[in-house]
């Protein structure tokens, strides 16, 4: 909250900051939540596919997922390898960050090394080693890929931007939901899925709508009970008048003995009948149904 310094006499104007809304904060959490199913994910995804590009056995020490602002990773993420990316449902930029040893151990793996073995590797790889780790990179956006299929249901993939953007794309103050994996042994290090909490949480997890037969909704509906009313007629009665309603009283519905009664389901009319008897019950013939 700020106060501005008024003038001599005038009145003092109070400037208040805006605050989270409870539900932006259930969002946020909510991002969270999906974050750490997505690190899961993640974290087995990558093991296969960089097996299976350069025979590495990554050992994962670790997820976890937070949400905090963009001003605390710009440090990290000068020094890691990104890859910004996209899906198919949303057009909010995330990145795919590496950083750590693993990235020169890993770039080294394609040229024969054996992670663990390198003598350069360092947390701040130079340029040539981030040209080197670049197919790794490649195939771990697939595994991200893989992912988030797998969670939100829809199509992750590189986005075709300068890897620099998010310099100028995240503002300091942003908000994002991030996924981290740890790895350990030889290629010790930590991948990152950092993105806006709306990106995971929007689409109702990215589950997109399903066309429903008709005939497979009423065969998974179909033993599911209901209430059917049927009214028999109304009417309408002044206040003093339903006071003095006594024992005999005979009251005059609106409608005739000849009109359909209104069959209902869930308060809709479905059908109309006629009032019959059945071993001694009340009935109701159905003479037509009202298709909708």
């Keep these: 909250m700020r106060k501005d310094h ?38 087995e995804a990558v093991v296969v596919r960089v097996a299976r590009l350069c025979g590495a056995k990554l050992v994962v020490n670790g997820v976890a997922a937070e949400v905090l602002e963009v001003g605390a990773l710009r440090e990290e993420l000068a020094r890691s390898w990104v890859q910004p990316a996209v899906t198919s449902d949303t057009t909010s930029l995330m990145l795919l960050a590496a950083g750590g040893p693993l990235v020169s151990e890993l770039g080294a793996a394609l040229l024969g090394a054996v992670p663990g073995s390198s003598a350069i590797a360092s947390s701040r790889p130079s340029a040539a080693a981030l040209r080197l780790f670049a197919p790794v990179g ?23 931007v300068d890897p620099d953007a998010w310099r100028t794309e995240f503002a300091d103050d942003q908000t994002v939901a991030m ?15 950092i993105a806006p909490p709306e990106a995971l949480t929007s689409n109702s997890l990215g589950r997109r709508p399903t066309r429903v037969r008709i005939g497979a909704l009423r065969e998974s509906l179909g033993e599911v009970p209901v209430e059917v009313r049927v009214v028999l007629g109304t009417t309408r009665l002044q206040a003093n008048e339903l006071a003095a309603l006594r024992p005999g009283a005979v009251l005059l519905l609106a409608q005739s003995v000849d009109d359909l009664l209104p069959v209902s389901v869930g308060g809709v009319v479905s059908a109309y ?18 298709d909708r």
């Design 138 to 160: 490649q195939a771990m956006l697939l595994a991200l890929g893989d992912a988030w299929r797998a969670v939100l249901q829809c199509e992750l993939h590189g986005a075709d």
């Design 179 to 193: 996924a981290t994996v740890e790895f350990g042994g030889g290629a010790a290090g930590r991948v990152r899925l």
């Design 6 to 43: 008024p003038s001599e006499g005038a009145a003092a104007v109070v400037q208040a900051s805006p605050i989270s809304l409870i539900s932006d904060d259930r969002a946020t959490m909510r991002a969270r939540g999906i974050a750490t199913k997505l690190g899961e994910r993640l974290a």
């Design 273 to 290: 009948g006629k009032p019959v008897t059945n071993r001694g019950n009340f009935a109701v013939e159905i003479v037509s149904r009202r």
